[in-house]
């Protein structure tokens, strides 16, 4: 047994199985040395690809390999020396997808001016300690769109673009230096993004529509950040594996979750923390402290879960959004470095001279682009408000957003049915008030229509209609059904608003579900009835109520609740 794990001058007499073997066993506590590596690890012919990752491999790479090799992982280890120049051949370097294909992340390269080099910019950073911004820290927070474009949450993080083209064997670091990413991992359909078209049920539904996925390790690393506790949130949305009673929804992705090198959540499978559905939104966060200027989130595959459900190659590490921010007053300035650079006047003059030009004509461009959008903002969802006497005047949305300050919450005046209320002031020096549709609540609109035409029933004739006391009853009847108010932001998301949930439980044949717990005995074909009865009244067109009369002739049990 080779106990020194020594590989010199032997390896060309060693099979490739035999060399995998040999590296595996020695991981654990050895050293493999690969001084003068130019031997079949690099010379074969067999395959196109070599992970040699996480090895505890030293020395310096060989100058020579096979021609064959395009995909070359040699991440988290103890390589040092310069690099040999086939790290930038074109047929490693760019496989058909377009991807960068070798990953020397986290090793003790000599990279020199590594910017020229061929190789994708940012690898010095990688390097081990992470050295951009160690002892110099410029940054205090990082978030991350993963997959997708530069979004702003609604609690107003900035999530960076993250959609350059990983590979089998990849890393990316962005040119601010803020923060990079690291990809490790093969498999048959081979895709590093995964993208669904479709409405989350939460606020920031853009953050969870892509997502970075990984055949084996996918790291994200922040750079140059101050030291000291930071939380890290990370967002997930399951868009591969389905939903339903089909076998496409038996898939099951598994894995682990490293920061700072420690597991935080083992087994971690998304569709599981969301009570088994697919395309729902589910967060984690954890507390970490950043004390050598760098994080490392880590997601990583250890071969749990299926492979293959519901297509070939669904499985490993999927996330949607990251983001780290300080729990301490940060004293940095969370901006990257200028880039000024001294320049003579005839220079300068000869580049503001046709900025000026461009960003002149760019502005008009962008003023009649938003005069004509206003003007369309204006007209659109006419159709909405077809029926009401009154057709109330609509604002745009950059109109209510200016007169409410960007919906701050010193403008919320409170919580009203199916959404805030905020306090606006419009240029003219009007005080209205304007309601935000809640993004749980999938009724809201209608409801909003309903509000609208009751308030233009009594600016017309100066006191409320039969129609909107018909509407008023239907509401008042689930709540004392129900025993609750129409909107109670405590309980359950799909049970806040009383009226929205009358409604899906009796899409569902469930209308049982709404009485109150509190009472001990009910007829359920009379709670049945009287919940239909109210949804009837509760309709959002006024010419779809019924009169009060036939509200109590269906009460009493002579006519069945119905819209005909």
């Not at 200027?293 to 990583?300: D, S």
């Not at 650079?341 to 760019?362: E, Q, R, Y």
Request: glycine share 8%; hydrophobic share 35%.
């Amino acid at each position: 047994m080779l106990s020194a794990c020594l590989f010199i001058g032997i390896l060309e007499f060693i099979g490739i199985l035999e060399l995998m073997m040999a590296m595996a066993v020695c991981k654990k506590n050895k050293t493999i040395i690969i001084n003068g590596m130019d031997f079949d690890l690099l010379n074969s012919d067999v395959t196109i690809l070599r992970f040699l990752g996480n090895n505890s491999l030293n020395g310096i790479l060989p100058d020579v390999k096979s021609t064959t090799l395009r995909n070359l992982d040699f991440s988290y280890n103890e390589l040092s020396g310069t690099l040999p120049s086939w790290v930038s051949e074109p047929n490693l370097q760019i496989d058909e997808h377009g991807a960068m294909c070798s990953n020397l992340v986290v090793n003790n390269f000599t990279l020199g001016d590594s910017e020229n080099s061929g190789l994708p910019s940012g690898l010095n950073c990688l390097q081990r300690n992470f050295p951009c911004g160690r002892g110099s820290p410029r940054y205090s927070r990082i978030g991350i769109n993963c997959g997708g474009s530069e979004i702003t949450s609604s609690n107003q993080i900035v999530h960076e673009l993250d959609n350059e083209t990983l590979g089998a064997a990849t890393y990316y670091v962005t040119s601010e230096r803020r923060w990079g990413v690291s990809n490790v991992g093969q498999r048959e359909n081979p895709a590093y993004i995964a993208s669904l078209s479709r409405q989350f049920n939460t606020l920031d539904s853009a953050l969870f529509q892509t997502a970075r996925i990984s055949a084996g390790s996918l790291r994200y690393y922040g750079l140059g950040l101050e030291n000291g506790n930071y939380t890290v949130n990370l967002q997930f949305a399951e868009l591969q594996i389905e939903d339903g009673p089909t076998w496409r929804s038996h898939g099951r992705r598994v894995f682990d979750i490293y920061l700072q090198g420690n597991r935080v959540f083992q087994d971690f499978n998304i569709k599981r923390e969301t009570g088994g559905d697919s395309f729902s939104p589910v967060s984690r966060e954890a507390m970490v402290q950043v004390s050598n200027n760098y994080l490392e989130i880590h997601l990583f595959w250890s071969g749990k879960g299926t492979c293959c459900v519901p297509t070939q190659g669904t499985f490993g590490p999927l996330i949607s959004a990251i983001s780290a921010t300080p729990n301490f007053l940060p004293s940095v300035s969370n901006t990257p470095p200028s880039t000024k650079k001294k320049n003579k006047t005839g220079l300068i003059v000869g580049i503001l001279v046709p900025i000026a030009v461009v960003s002149f004509l760019a502005l008009l461009a962008l003023y009649i682009f938003h005069q004509r959008r206003k003007k369309q903002d204006t007209s659109d969802n006419y159709e909405d408000f077809l029926g009401i006497d009154a057709r109330p005047y609509p604002f745009s949305y950059g109109d209510l957003r200016d007169a409410t300050d960007d919906f701050s919450p010193a403008n919320k005046l409170g919580e009203g049915g199916f959404g805030p209320v905020y306090k606006g002031t419009l240029e003219d020096g009007r005080v209205i008030a304007v309601k935000q549709l809640s993004a749980a609540s999938h009724q809201g609109k209608a409801q909003f229509i309903a509000e609208i035409a009751t308030i233009s029933a009594y600016a017309m004739r100066g006191h409320l209609t039969e129609k909107a006391d018909v509407f008023s009853f239907g509401v008042v009847a689930l709540e004392i059904i129900s025993g609750r108010s129409n909107s109670d932001s405590t309980l359950e998301h799909e049970k806040i608003y009383l009226l929205e949930w009358a409604w899906n439980l009796h899409e569902a044949n469930s209308e049982l579900e709404l009485v109150d717990e509190e009472l001990s005995e009910l007829d359920e074909n009379e709670v049945k009835r009287v919940t239909r009865i109210a949804l009837f009244c509760t309709q959002t067109s006024p010419m779809k109520r019924p009169s009060m009369s036939r509200v109590v002739v269906m009460l009493s049990g002579d006519m069945e609740a119905s819209d005909t």
